[in-house]
């Protein structure tokens, strides 16, 4: 009976978790029209970019701790969750090179660790295996990530809050890329593990 009822538990779709991890989701074209809106001669809405962006850190962590207090985890929140810290990371990623705040050769190195995960995804999928949980090296990647962009986003004016917001958010991005190459090598070594695994005990 407690299986089962974990079972269904677990393919639930419409917990509170999930539906704040769903607005966190809409919430990723919005922010991206919002930062590029200056770059088609449209006013400057960085102020409410950052809202967005400071809103959808706030669902992040919510949607986890209320999913385990709460006992809703399920599996389409563990589909959710990461695909929306991602496409915040995205989307991020080409308002700030576009409007020219990041330079290209760190938003390439971001990219290339996206293009791993997913080649990682594509080997797990062949060998019948769902993608593991995001550990708590790549939250932390995540998170400092997510600390570093609005603060480069505030950075692109003038005053001393710019030049501050300068400095910290280029120190969390040099410790946030390194977090999220790290989290990737252990990703990577995790499905090599497993597949190694697998392979032995056919």
């Known amino acids: 009976m407690e299986v089962q009822d974990e079972k269904s538990e677990e393919g639930r779709v419409f917990t509170i978790p999930n539906i704040l991890s769903m607005a966190r989701l809409v919430g990723v074209p919005v922010f991206l029209w919002l930062i590029l809106w200056p770059v088609f001669h449209g006013p400057n809405c960085d ?3 950052l809202l967005v962006l400071a809103l959808s850190g706030i669902s992040d962590y919510l949607d986890g701790k209320l999913a385990r207090r709460w006992n809703q985890v399920s599996n389409l929140g563990r589909i959710l969750d990461p695909a929306a810290d991602r496409l915040y990371i995205l989307s991020t990623l080409l308002g700030l090179t576009w409007r020219g705040i990041l330079p ?3 938003t390439a190195t971001l990219l290339a660790r996206e293009l791993l995960l997913l080649v990682m995804v594509w080997i797990l999928d062949r060998h019948g295996y769902a993608p593991p949980q995001v550990n708590f090296l790549g939250k932390a990647a995540t998170f400092n990530l997510m600390y570093a962009f609005p603060l480069l986003l505030l950075s692109d004016g003038s005053g001393w809050i710019a030049s501050l917001a300068a400095v910290f958010g280029w120190a969390f991005a040099g410790w946030g890329t390194a977090l ?5 090598i252990l990703y990577v070594v995790q499905v090599r593990r497993l597949i190694d695994s697998g392979t032995a005990a056919a």
């Not at 999220?180 to 990737?184: I, L, S, T």
């Open 47 to 49: 102020g409410w970019a």
């Open 104 to 106: 290209l050769w760190l």
């Open 180 to 184: 999220y190459w790290w989290a990737g």
